[in-house]
């Protein structure tokens, strides 16, 4: 059965200084994996895809096959960065595809 | 121009009782889907539908039946509530059952007192 595994609860940091996220995944096949992320009051949204490679508000993830992981970073935390942040591999089936998600992180950015 | 909406946002009932919550989407999407946050922020997916046919059937009580009119709507019924039953739900819709990128709606926070 697909698991991913989102080890922090909560990541608080300072204004500027550097976030990491971590996200373990179990998966036999070629995984397919997203962040979502949801700010306080607002609907889970796409945050990014591993995918499309692309860096969406400061925030990059890479795909570690070997590592099974999929961490997400960001170089310098912003306040409005604070967010609950989900890992979310998905699981293929014939019936149709599911995302799955990881218990989420909570993150606090200080000023 | 809101994509996934739901009704009520906010819902407080009493044990026992059997309530609705009603999705919308306007995306013109196949997929639709609940999912279920509880207390502690663990969000798992309950029920998939696609063209108004049931695909995704995850371990949820029967008391919980979702029904599709359309494709644009999926609603939840839950008879029975109870106190565990508290937490919030997110409707949800994607272009088709690939269901790559979720779209979702804002939830519904459920309290059974």
């Known amino acids: 059965a697909q698991r991913v595994t989102q080890p922090e609860k909560l990541l608080s940091v300072f204004k500027g200084a550097p976030v990491e996220l971590k996200c373990n995944y179990s998966?036999?096949?070629?995984?397919?994996l997203f962040w979502y992320v949801q700010y306080s009051r607002q609907r889970l949204q796409l945050l990014l895809r591993?995918?499309s490679r692309e860096s969406i508000k400061g925030f990059t993830a890479d795909l570690n096959k070997g590592e099974t992981s999929f961490h997400l970073k960001k170089p310098f935390a912003q306040e409005e960065d604070s967010a609950m942040y989900y890992c979310?591999?998905?699981?293929?089936?014939?019936?149709?595809?599911?995302?799955?998600f990881g218990g989420g992180t909570r993150v606090l950015v200080k000023p | 121009d809101t994509a996934v909406s739901q009704t009520p946002k906010y819902l407080v009932t009493q044990m026992g009782n059997d309530k609705s919550i009603k999705c919308e989407q306007n995306?013109?999407?196949?997929?639709m889907y609940w999912y279920k946050q509880d207390s502690k922020k663990f969000l798992k997916i309950m029920f998939s539908?696609?063209?108004?046919?049931?695909?995704i059937n995850e371990t949820v009580p029967n008391r919980f039946s979702p029904k599709s009119p359309d494709k644009a709507h999926l609603n939840l019924h839950i008879n029975s509530l109870e106190l565990g039953d508290s937490a919030v739900y997110f409707c949800?819709?994607?272009?088709?059952?690939?269901?790559?990128?979720?779209?979702f709606g804002e939830g519904s926070w459920l309290t059974v007192v």
């Open positions: 949800a819709s994607s272009l088709n059952r690939a269901g790559n990128t979720i779209y």
């Open positions: 998966y036999s096949g070629s995984p397919e």
């Open positions: 591993h995918i």
């Open positions: 979310a591999p998905v699981t293929i089936k014939a019936a149709g595809n599911k995302l799955t």
């Open positions: 995306l013109g999407h196949d997929t």
């Open positions: 539908y696609n063209n108004k046919e049931l695909i």
